[in-house]
């Protein structure tokens, strides 16, 4: 599926996401909420060139800073927005001035003037972040930030946020603390871990794991398993970056027993395991379970590591959903380190978790890299209160958003769908078709990558054949560029909208600003000094 995400953004998870390639802003999107002012339009014009005496009386005509700066709309925005940002966008905006002068177009008069810097003001003051409706099919979606977190989580990082805490410090005895210890008592009551550590993602967690436990010597590992994930991440170069030489086993469909037995050696640090998260492999195969590859290691008298990747901490088919490996599996199996994210089927805020025996975590958190890979106080209140929820296994599907989405039935999507596919079907107008569909999400992030959820979502089908890929790049470019963007996928002729992810709260937000871009693109232009108004976000 081509998914439109982020500029050149790919997902680790195999959800096949497409490029969505930058386009011009949509008539739908408002200009920023600017008082008592018009917004400016900036053409060229067609005059001809002229004269030189002609060319300095415009650019005579152009303000001084200073002047600029005295207007009372932008003496406004400089004691809101700070002088800095009024001062840059004035000077960018005389200097976009000047060019057009030179081009043949004529001074522009105060009010035209002040409202272009006033949108180059919001421009500079609006966050990169943005918060985006996710209608892409993808519900742990890596370029959308994965995990939504749930509302507990959010109060400990505001709590966190706005107050000292006891991040290291022991308020027993009164010294210095291990800031570990605030997740690790849960880490280990809900994996059944002798000691567990933190860092802040799985690819850390993996680079410091192998650093510790095998650095100049030897890992051996399937070469069924020599994966790779977004970002051209891949487990060759990691054994490289962690000081480790990497030992091929097997073949990439098939990897038997003694393929670890004749591969060990006095060199060999450790035996490691990648879980296949983002791709399967089906057909002819085979592979060697946990508990016998624990036990070749340990015979060898070297440790056993095991890439989860995902991480769930509770079986997901008690909701209805594929199981995915658990870290109280692998350690259960004899793994003398287990890493996975926290970010992912979890539902927490990113971090890489390192489970294991008593020993290995000790060689881990002793290395120089773990204080380079900490976790912040902010991640660390997100993920304490996270787990908290697991551990008080109540009302899990409510208070972790992620797990809602997933378990989100069909029916309920459909009418979600049917709410909004007016409001889909008014904004695209006459050159499209709108329509409902079942559809298969994707769970996404490397989890489960063959599994899909029946879903349902909204179509926008070009009327007209003929530059059918065109009409729909183009809708596709004025939905990301709303004041909160939307993003679909573009899908055998058709812009999709699976609603999984488009819970009431966002659902209110969309219906408002596709009418509102409904009714200016609609509607007369709007009479000067009386902008579209801008969507409640």
Known sequence: MN???????????????GVARDGVAAAAKPAAVQPELPSPAHALTNAPAPTSVQLQTALAQLPAIDRLLLDQYLASLAQRDGVAFVKRAAQEELTAQRERIRAGAGAPDSAVLAAAIGERVAELTAPRLKSVINLTGVVIHTN????????????????????YSALEFDLDDGERGDRDQIVEGLLRELTG????TVVNNNAAAVVLALAALAARREVILSRGQLIEIGGSFRLPE???TAGCKLVEVGTTNRTHARDYEA??????????????SNFAVTGFTADVDDAT???IAHKHGVPYLIDLGSGALIDLAQFGLPREPLPQDALRAGADVVTFSGDKLLGGPQAGIIVGTVAAIARIKKHPLKRALRLSKITLAALEATLRIYASSHRLQER???LALLTRSAHDIEATCA????????????????RTATCQSQIGSGSLPVERLASHAVLLTPAASKGGGRALAALARRLRAMPLPILGRINEGALWFDCRCLLPPDEARLAGQLGEATKFSAGPDPQPGKPPSTPAQ
């Open 144 to 163: 959308l930030g994965r995990a939504i977190l749930g509302e507990e989580a959010i109060a400990a990082v505001a709590t966190a946020m706005r107050n």
């Open 193 to 196: 871990a002798p000691a567990a």
């Open 293 to 295: 590859l624990a036990a």
């Open 3 to 17: 998914l439109l995400t982020l500029p050149g953004a790919g997902e680790a998870s195999g959800d096949a996401n």
């Open 400 to 402: 972790l958003p992620t």
């Open 263 to 276: 591969a060990l050696g006095a060199r060999t640090g450790l035996i490691a395991s990648a879980h296949r």
């Open 238 to 240: 990691i054994m490289t």
């Open 419 to 434: 709410r909004v596919l007016p409001c889909f079907t008014r904004f695209a107008g006459a050159a499209f078709t709108a």
